[in-house]
């Protein structure tokens, strides 16, 4: 401000002129070439994954970011001003641009021609420092596995391991207000199958192999010859009726008498 109190009266103007001719100078300088409207602020914020360990940090389809915490404070930004998270390949950050309407947003179902899409939607109120104790401010990337990839702003779950890099923009309904750094790259993991161990079999390995061999045979021989011994008894003791009537019969002893001839008969 002391310069404009020099450059005033350089060319005859007075203090009130040289204070509106400063205002207007500041004004110019975040106004883009050619286009009249103010350049974006450029915020010094790289987005990091986070640092707390917790399940799911990275996945085959997810990462979690450190929400940027009162990291657009600026005066240029107001809480209606819509902040979005930009989610590239690494190979795409040099060709990105960034929408001036929302009807230019691109959502994840065109992430493979563009090769980035916009998501979590939010503004400046939700990443203030102040939080309820306990509770762990992180975003979670592409954990959403309900929305449809053809609507903006969808959290869809990414298509591959990457590498990916994003950023934040800061958007109102006249374009780009302000936005973040890229940050460094970030690869998710990968499937792996199982493979069998390359070589030969040591020989102690071999013979546990045949050890357990062996008593896995005599205990399926065992088990086989209680249940046919089993099997055997109880067929034994199975008693089996026919459709006749069953009777009892007596036995009776006959007693005869018999005369014994007088003696001295003829």
């Excluded at 009162?70 to 990105?96: E, G, P």
């Excluded at 780009?176 to 499937?191: F, G, I, P, R, Y």
Aim: proline share 7%; hydrophobic share 40%.
């Amino acid at each position: 401000m002391d310069n404009s109190w020099r450059l005033g009266p350089a060319i005859g103007l007075s203090a009130g002129q040289s204070q509106l001719l400063m205002s207007l100078l500041l004004l110019l300088t975040r106004v883009q070439p050619g286009t009249g409207v103010a350049a974006p602020e450029h915020i010094s914020y790289v987005p990091q994954l986070s640092n707390d360990t917790l399940a799911g940090r990275l996945t085959q389809s997810t990462f979690t970011l450190e929400q940027p915490l009162d990291q657009f404070s600026s005066h240029n930004i107001s809480d209606l001003d819509t902040i979005w998270l930009v989610v590239a390949l690494s190979n795409a950050t040099q060709s990105f641009t960034a929408p001036q309407t929302n009807q230019d947003i691109p959502a994840p179902a065109n992430f493979s021609q563009r090769g980035y899409y916009l998501t979590l939607r939010a503004n400046r109120v939700l990443y203030k420092r102040g939080q309820v104790r306990g509770q762990l401010r992180v975003l979670r990337v592409g954990n959403d596995t309900r929305c449809q990839p053809t609507k903006i702003g969808c959290n869809h779950p990414l298509p591959g391991p990457g590498p990916y890099r994003v950023k934040f923009l800061v958007m109102n309904d006249e374009g780009l207000v302000a936005e973040t750094k890229w940050s460094s790259d970030t690869l998710l993991q990968h499937a792996q199958a199982l493979r069998a161990v390359p070589g030969p079999q040591s020989p102690g390995t071999v013979v546990i192999i045949a050890i357990l061999s062996i008593l896995l045979a005599v205990l399926l021989t065992v088990l086989l010859a209680v249940l046919i011994y089993t099997c055997f008894n109880s067929c034994r003791s199975t008693s089996l009726s026919g459709p006749e009537e069953t009777g009892s019969v007596r036995r009776y002893t006959t007693h005869l008498a018999f005369s014994t001839p007088a003696e001295g008969a003829s």
